[in-house]
C-alpha cells in the first residue's frame, strides 16, 4: 500500500495539473472532441391530418355566430389547435374526430393522409397549403350541419417553413425544392421538401405523420438540409 506522503503528493498533483504524476502524461492523450453543432439542425413538426374552415364553412357546421375555441397554440405563430372537430364523409367511407385549426381562412381546407384516400374513397392531391385548383371534393359534417365541397382536399407536401434570415443562413429561397437528411436507426434522406420563407415563421420541417413513423420521427427530433 503506498504511503501516505506519496497519496498526497498523488492528490495535489492531479488537482493542480489535472494529470496522475504517477503515469506517463503522452499515454493520457485522447484525440479532441469537437462539441456538436447545432446550427444546421431544424426542428420537426409532425402533422396529422385537419381542416381549415372559413367563417362561412364555420357558421354552416357550428352555427351562425359560433367562434373556434383555441385549445392548443402551435408552433408557427398565430396558429392554434381548437377544440372543434369535424367528420370527413367520402364515398367510400368516414374520419371522424378530424381536428379543426385556427384561425380562419379565405377558403376552406382539408388536409389528410395518403392513407386516408382509400379509407375515404377520395383523392389526394400533393400540394402545398393554399393551393387548390383541380384538388378533390369532401364532404363536412359538424354538430349544426354539413358542407359540401367541390374541391379543397390536399395531401401536404413536405415543407419547411423559416424566416429571411434562416434562408440566408441555410443559402436557400422562397419556393426552392431541396432534401433533407434524417439521422437515426430508421434514417434516410426526403427529396421534393418546399422551403416557406416568410417574416412571421417558426423554423420547422412540416412532415406528415404517415411519412414521420416511417422515419421514426418525434416532436424532438431535427434534420438537415443536404440539397
Known amino acids: 500500500m503506498e504511503d501516505y506522503e506519496a497519496i498526497l503528493d498523488r ?59 383555441p385549445m392548443k397554440d402551435l408552433s408557427q405563430p398565430g396558429q392554434y389547435a381548437c377544440q372543434e372537430c369535424v367528420t370527413l364523409c367520402g364515398p367510400k367511407g368516414v374520419i371522424e374526430k378530424v381536428r379543426v385549426l385556427g384561425p380562419t381562412r379565405s377558403e376552406t381546407q382539408v388536409e389528410i393522409l395518403q392513407g386516408d384516400t382509400f379509407k375515404l374513397g377520395v383523392k389526394g392531391t400533393i400540394r402545398l397549403s393554399g393551393d387548390l385548383t383541380d384538388t378533390a371534393g369532401i364532404t363536412l359534417v359538424g354538430p349544426k350541419g354539413s358542407l359540401e365541397l367541390e374541391k379543397g382536399v390536399i395531401v401536404a407536401q413536405r415543407h419547411i417553413h423559416m424566416l429571411p434570415q434562416d434562408a440566408e443562413r441555410f443559402n436557400v429561397r422562397n419556393g426552392e425544392i431541396v432534401s433533407i437528411k434524417i439521422s437515426g436507426i430508421r434514417g434516410g434522406t426526403l427529396d421534393n421538401v418546399a422551403i416557406r420563407v416568410d417574416e412571421k415563421a417558426g423554423l420547422e420541417c412540416h412532415i406528415d405523420t404517415e411519412e414521420g413513423n416511417a422515419f421514426g420521427l418525434t416532436p424532438k427530433s431535427t434534420v438537415e438540409i443536404i440539397k
Open 11 to 69: 492528490v495535489l498533483g492531479i488537482l493542480t495539473t489535472g494529470q496522475d504524476p504517477t503515469k506517463n502524461p503522452t499515454s493520457e492523450i485522447k484525440p479532441t472532441v469537437r462539441p456538436v453543432t447545432s446550427s444546421s439542425a431544424i426542428p420537426v413538426g409532425l402533422s396529422n391530418r385537419h381542416v381549415h374552415l372559413s367563417d362561412q364553412a364555420v357558421a354552416k357546421l357550428f352555427g351562425t355566430g359560433h367562434r373556434l375555441t
